[in-house]
């Protein structure tokens, strides 16, 4: 994280992302912390470019699909408990 006078930098990996999700952080709770946290320019901005009605995030699109692409493969592959058998004899394998 760097600070200068009202602007603050932060690097968001996948890495820091998955230990948040590890301590019980959601991906909503993320995008909400972030969208919340912005800089007040940067929604006033987003939201004179938008058209009425709409609800823009000041939050950049591709920031907003890989958090929520990141939570999504913590369910993509799930580990199975397996026996593998080996026979000994070929009569074995038969009976």
Known sequence: ???LPNVVF???TRDSVKAA???????RQILRFL???????L???NA????????VSPIPSNVIDQVWLWDRE??????TLVF????LMEGEFEA
Do not use: D, S, W, Y
């Open 35 to 41: 969208e919340k946290h912005a800089h007040p320019k």
């Open 21 to 27: 999700f590890h301590l019980g952080i959601q991906a």
């Open 1 to 3: 994280i760097r600070r």
């Open 84 to 87: 593998q058998h080996q026979c």
């Open 48 to 55: 004179t470019g938008a058209l009425p009605g709409t609800v």
């Open 43 to 45: 929604r006033v901005n």
């Open 10 to 12: 932060l690097m968001m």
């Open 74 to 79: 913590r369910g993509r592959v799930q580990m």
